[in-house]
């Protein structure tokens, strides 16, 4: 028996009210507990819809769908990691990986032409380091913008935020890094220390995870929007 469109905006209604608060976890769990029900009423269609709903919840035990819950989390971290090394190893062999090669040397060199050209020291390293992150910012709010407050309720943007704590060593060694490195210049590589290549290649991994890091999140949102055009148009 196939539910109504009143019977799943009633299951939406109180899986929200048991305390499940990211969207994509929310209708993972219906996708599951809508198959249920519709074994359920396929056998005795006089059972109320909240009836089926309390019998699959209590055939979890006392727990109700706490374990559930988890495993789509877990379900959900592990999908996202896999889209993160696919986008990774596809970015590495495209045309795509110039853009984190373009930033990391942009970063590198305005700062080492700053401290030659235009007397401002070591510290030029600490200024285009903040100019990144405010590019870093505007570029994430760009690639999601008017989205952005709503994908804090996806299990999948929390896992998107761990992945881009990878990217935090990096970016504040953009920051302190001169203190220990200085500037130098890209464009004679043989004269760079061990250190200083090192440093360089620490950069572009901060670069080329924020630069896939939009498309893995994206491709995390269309499986739940799957189930959420199966579940809206029913």
């Known amino acids: 028996m196939k539910l109504s469109k009143d019977q799943i905006e009633q299951l939406k209604i109180l899986i929200s009210k048991k305390g499940y608060p990211e969207i994509d976890v929310q209708y993972e769990i219906l996708d599951h507990v809508a198959c249920k029900a519709e074994v359920m009423l396929a056998e005795n269609p006089n059972l109320k819809?909240?009836?089926?709903?309390?019998?699959?919840?209590?055939?979890?035990?006392?727990f109700g769908?706490?374990?559930?819950?988890?495993?789509?989390?877990?379900?959900?971290?592990?999908?996202?990691?896999?889209?993160?090394?696919?986008?990774?190893?596809?970015?590495?062999?495209?045309?795509?990986?110039?853009?984190?090669?373009?930033?990391?040397?942009?970063?590198?060199?305005?700062?080492?032409?700053?401290?030659?050209?235009?007397?401002?020291?070591?510290?030029?390293?600490?200024?285009?380091?903040?100019?990144?992150?405010?590019f870093a910012a505007l570029w994430w709010y760009y690639s999601f913008g008017k989205g952005f407050k709503k994908y804090k309720n996806y299990a999948s943007w929390r896992g998107n935020q761990g992945i881009l704590m990878f990217t935090y060593i990096p970016l504040q060694f953009m920051i302190q890094g001169y203190k220990y490195f200085g500037n130098f210049n890209l464009l004679e590589p043989f004269t760079l220390s061990f250190w200083q290549v090192f440093a360089v290649l620490f950069v572009f991994v901060g670069m080329t995870t924020l630069a896939v890091l939009p498309t893995v999140f994206r491709?995390?949102?269309?499986?739940?929007?799957?189930?959420?055009?199966i579940y809206k148009t029913a």
């Open 49 to 62: 819809i909240e009836e089926a709903f309390q019998k699959v919840h209590a055939s979890f035990g006392i």
């Open 65 to 134: 769908f706490a374990e559930l819950e988890e495993s789509y989390k877990k379900l959900i971290e592990k999908r996202l990691l896999g889209y993160f090394w696919g986008e990774l190893k596809s970015s590495v062999f495209s045309l795509n990986i110039l853009l984190p090669i373009l930033l990391t040397f942009c970063y590198f060199q305005s700062a080492y032409v700053l401290e030659k050209n235009f007397s401002f020291g070591e510290g030029s390293a600490l200024m285009i380091g903040f100019l990144f992150l405010a």
């Open 219 to 229: 491709k995390s949102l269309e499986d739940t929007k799957k189930l959420e055009k």
